[in-house]
């Protein structure tokens, strides 16, 4: 009895264990931050598959989205509304491309990169406009000089 009771334990924390290894960040949607105007912070994140990512709309009038064309296969598109909080849990590996609709033309813009990013020349290849051109090749060259530093 005592064994099975050790077994029953010893499965519960198993259970647990592998729940609390998902992780939760959080990105702020920011009027102004350490990059500029109309800005996520932080505008690049790495995460592994099933960890969530909480956007906080820390100043108001921001959403978070994805973007069309920047997901991996089969990941399924969020829309987040304007002014709310919205946790997104990520569970396809690959490179998401995410942008608050109202300010996409200012820049406003961020990379969440799942895992292995199998995705990234699709990404890239999803023409963008205003500064968010831009951003987006600094997040790419930020996901290029990370994929070299590990090897």
């Known amino acids: 009895m005592r064994q099975i009771a050790m077994l029953v334990g010893a499965a519960a924390a198993l259970i647990l264990a592998g729940s609390a290894q998902a992780a939760e960040v959080e990105v702020k949607l920011l009027n102004r931050g350490a990059e500029g105007v109309m800005v996520f912070e932080p505008a690049f994140v790495k995460i592994a598959p099933g960890d969530a990512v909480k956007f906080l709309s820390t100043d108001k009038g921001h959403n978070a989205e994805s973007i069309k064309g920047m997901l991996p296969e089969g990941a399924t598109p969020f829309v987040g509304k304007n002014g709310e909080d919205v946790a997104v ?46 951003v987006f090749a600094t997040l790419f060259d930020k996901l290029e000089a990370g994929k070299t530093a590990s090897k």
Do not use: R, W
Not at 97 to 106: A, N, T, V
Not at 107 to 131: C, F, H, L, R, Y
């Open 89 to 134: 849990k990520f569970d396809k590996e690959g490179v998401y491309g995410i942008k608050c609709l109202p300010h996409y033309g200012m820049g406003m813009v961020a990379m969440i990169v799942v895992g292995t990013p199998g995705n990234v020349d699709q990404a890239k290849a999803v023409p963008q406009s205003g500064k968010a051109k831009q």
